[in-house]
């Protein structure tokens, strides 16, 4: 069956550190990788999505970027976190075959609650 | 994308049934319909989804309007654990690289 790790489940970073965040999925092959980040009472804003190895696309241009190393692993990173980077945060995958075949679902991960301090 | 309109926030008492409605009345054909629902901090779960005729899962049923323009998503008989957040997304299933965006959703609170 299909999984998706995600971690850690909290972090507490002060301003102007690094960050890296991993998702890994096992059980699937080639599937769409997506990076949320959800601010406390806001909804699900989507930061990245990648529908292949090496292949990033980025939705609102900020502080953070995103890679896929390998194809079951995203990765979130920053190079100096800011205040208003703290929220939670989530990844997701789902197979999209395409084709007209029936509409396919996402799997969410945990998520990781991160506070900028 | 393809928006779809949510109400803010709906109330509904245990044990009666729930319908949340979702507009979308510039839907294409090849548009599917997906619900999603977020639990306090968690991530959102898969709730059900369809194209054009009504479906039933163990979770919920869907309605679609005969125009597809509109859906709604029937809790038969809620019950506390039902309460968070349910969103309403178009997903054109015949593209490969798509997007996966969600709307405010509505927010579902049940009342014991």
């Known amino acids: 069956s299909q999984t998706i790790h995600q971690w850690p489940a909290t972090l507490v970073q002060p301003v102007g550190s690094p960050l890296s965040l991993e998702c890994t999925v096992e059980g699937t092959s080639n599937p769409n990788l997506y990076w949320y980040r959800q601010a406390a009472g806001r909804g699900l804003q989507l930061l990245f999505y990648?529908?292949?190895?090496?292949?990033i696309s980025s939705e609102v241009p900020q502080n953070l970027s995103a890679s896929r190393p390998q194809d079951r692993q995203f990765i979130l990173s920053s190079k100096k976190l800011l205040l208003s980077d703290s929220g939670f945060y989530l990844c997701?995958?789902?197979?999209?075959?395409?084709?007209?075949?029936?509409?396919?679902?996402?799997?969410f991960g945990q998520g990781t609650r991160l506070t900028v301090v | 994308d393809a928006k779809t309109t949510q109400p803010n926030s709906m109330e509904s008492n245990e044990e009666e049934p729930v319908h949340l409605p979702c507009n979308h009345s510039t839907i294409s054909g090849t548009d599917y319909i997906h619900w999603y629902r977020q639990l306090p901090s968690q991530g959102p779960e898969y709730v059900i989804h369809g194209l054009t005729s009504n479906v039933n899962n163990r979770m919920a049923s869907l309605a679609i309007a005969e125009d597809r323009k509109s859906s709604t998503l029937i809790l038969h008989r809620a019950t506390l654990r039902d309460a968070a957040v349910y969103y309403c997304?178009?997903?054109?299933?015949?593209?490969?690289?798509?997007?996966?965006?969600f709307g405010q959703g509505t927010r579902l609170t049940i009342n014991p």
């Open positions: 997701a995958w789902s197979v999209e075959r395409g084709g007209g075949f029936s509409g396919t679902e996402a799997f």
């Open positions: 997304i178009l997903r054109d299933d015949f593209l490969r690289a798509q997007k996966l965006v």
């Open positions: 990648s529908v292949g190895i090496g292949q």
